[in-house]
């Protein structure tokens, strides 16, 4: 079911936001739509993260550089003797 909604937006944004729906062959409400859906979504992922998670995030500082996939494929590498 879809119910209409009014919104009050300036003018730049609103004729900004057209031609981007056009340019992408969508409309303006269906972009709105999956904006809204992304963001109720990022919320409901992070409510899932379990506390003793999140409680973990940031305890390891690494280089701005780290290559995690060559960190790991080493590793694995390494446990399996390949």
């Known amino acids: 079911m879809t119910t209409k909604l009014t919104l009050t937006i300036d003018d730049s944004v609103i004729a900004t ?3 981007f729906a056009k340019n992408n062959g969508k409309s303006l409400s269906q972009i709105v ?3 809204l859906m992304t ?4 919320d409901n992922m992070q409510e899932e993260i379990s506390p ?6 940031g305890a390891i500082e690494l280089p701005e550089d780290f290559d995690y ?3 790991l494929t080493e590793a694995l590498s390494k446990k399996y003797k390949l």
């Open 17 to 19: 936001a057209k031609e």
């Open 69 to 71: 996939k060559k960190s």
């Open 52 to 57: 003793r998670i999140l409680k973990l995030m």
């Open 33 to 35: 739509e999956n904006y």
């Open 39 to 42: 963001l109720t979504a990022q």
